[in-house]
């Protein structure tokens, strides 16, 4: 048993369908269903006795107690948080609650459960967070990409946030001897993206005619990694990670937002030509450019994959092909996402009890 937090998020919900295709550990996923979170994403586990979803904060203890009580879980993998840039920017308060107080709240749940446990569990038992490049700031065009080592400087308030709660984690671990392990990942795009990001909001943007807000001249860059090659190392790390230790994951695929927005309208001309003729690419409008933007991310991933023998599977072309397919596939989940609707699911799915 996995204790997993925010997967009816973006990644967590990748995470969790990908976990339970490949092992049948069963997963209790603690997510508190703020507006990122969708348990549609996790649809098709309605029948799989092997996935209990708990509506809760990761910040209220008693709960967290409770959980790991009852299910005695060997692990807890740590995706819940506020993740928008943009939002961190215009309230910045949620970010703080969540990803540094609830940080730290559900680390003292674990902390004393792990310390009461009987001698083998307590070996085996890890506790993972999850993180972002963020932290480390931003890279100047021809500055060598972020390795383990590189010093914080986190620029938004998102990462600052993220940041802290990295801290934390590490702290717990040099004070306290919790067996904690960090990744720190790129940007990722895949399947159940919420399209207040990049490459989801373009796809949707472009479906629906309307403008493709473009910050600033465009030019930041981004490492970009397919989700479920994010789960992938989160796995290996889980299984085979140093106890302490930070693991950069990363595509060492670098592009300027410019070209992503040109790759994904490519391929919507390919795969979904404009009833009316004309290409995606002219729905392009140049926006205000983001306060504080971080101008430059790349990831050194040669540590996970020396030590750890994680690679990607994908490449960015397969990825953001599968990708776009996705988002044609699946009309009703971006219905559902737009209309606000996916908000109802659970009562939908569940009736009132839910
Ligand atoms: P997301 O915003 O899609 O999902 C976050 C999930 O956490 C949601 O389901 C939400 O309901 C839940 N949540 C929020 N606050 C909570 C709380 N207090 N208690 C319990 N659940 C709560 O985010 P994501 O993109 O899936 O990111 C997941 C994690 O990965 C985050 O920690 C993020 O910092 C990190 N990360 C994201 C990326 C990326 O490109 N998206 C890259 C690297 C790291
Ligand atoms: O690097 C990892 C991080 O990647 C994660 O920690 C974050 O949770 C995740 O949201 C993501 O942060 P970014 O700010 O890089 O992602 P976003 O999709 O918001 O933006 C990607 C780039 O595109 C960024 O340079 C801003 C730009 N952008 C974004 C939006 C939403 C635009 O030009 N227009 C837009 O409308």
Not at 100 to 113: K, P
Not at 150 to 167: E, G, I, L, M, R
Not at 276 to 300: C, E, L, M, N, S
């Amino acid at each position: 048993m996995i204790l997993v937090t925010g997967a009816a998020g973006f990644i967590g919900a990748n995470f969790v369908l990908d976990w339970l295709a490949q092992s049948e550990e069963p997963v209790v996923n603690l997510d508190k269903l703020t507006y990122a979170g969708n348990p549609e994403n996790l649809s098709s586990l309605r029948d799989n006795q092997a996935h209990r979803f708990v509506q809760g904060d990761i910040g209220d203890r008693a709960l967290v107690d409770q959980l790991l009580r009852e299910h005695q879980p060997r692990a807890v993998v740590n995706f819940a948080a506020e993740s928008h840039v943009d939002r961190s920017i215009h309230g910045p308060e949620d970010f703080i609650q969540t990803n540094v107080v609830g940080t730290f709240h559900l680390l003292e749940s674990v902390r004393a459960h792990w310390s009461g446990l009987e001698s083998d569990a307590k070996t085996g038992f890890r506790f993972l967070h999850v993180s972002t490049d963020e932290v480390y700031g931003t890279l100047g065009p021809n500055d060598a990409p972020f390795t383990e080592t590189t010093p914080y400087t986190p620029n938004s308030p998102y990462s600052a946030s993220k940041a802290a709660s990295d801290h934390l984690v590490r702290a717990y671990h040099h004070t306290y001897g919790l067996p904690v392990l960090t990744t720190n990942c790129s940007n990722n795009y895949g399947p159940y993206h919420f399209p207040e990001k990049l490459i989801p909001l373009l796809i949707v943007n472009a479906l629906a005619g309307k403008a493709l807000p473009v910050y600033g001249d465009g030019m930041q860059v981004r490492d970009w990694l397919y989700v479920k090659d994010h789960c992938s190392a989160i796995r290996r790390v889980l299984e085979a990670g140093r106890l302490g230790e930070t693991y950069n994951v990363g595509g060492w695929n670098e592009k300027p937002n410019i070209d992503i927005v040109k790759t994904v309208c490519g391929l919507l001309d390919e795969l979904r030509p404009k009833s009316g003729g004309g290409h995606y690419f002219d729905q392009v409008t140049y926006v205000k450019d983001r306060p504080g933007h971080d101008r430059r991310y790349a990831i050194d991933a040669s540590k996970i994959h020396k030590e750890l023998g994680w690679k990607p599977a994908e490449t960015f072309d397969t990825g953001i092909r599968k990708t776009v397919q996705w988002y044609l596939d699946n009309p009703e989940w971006v219905a559902h996402v737009q209309s606000g609707d996916y908000r109802n699911w659970m009562g939908q799915q569940y009736g009132a009890s839910a």
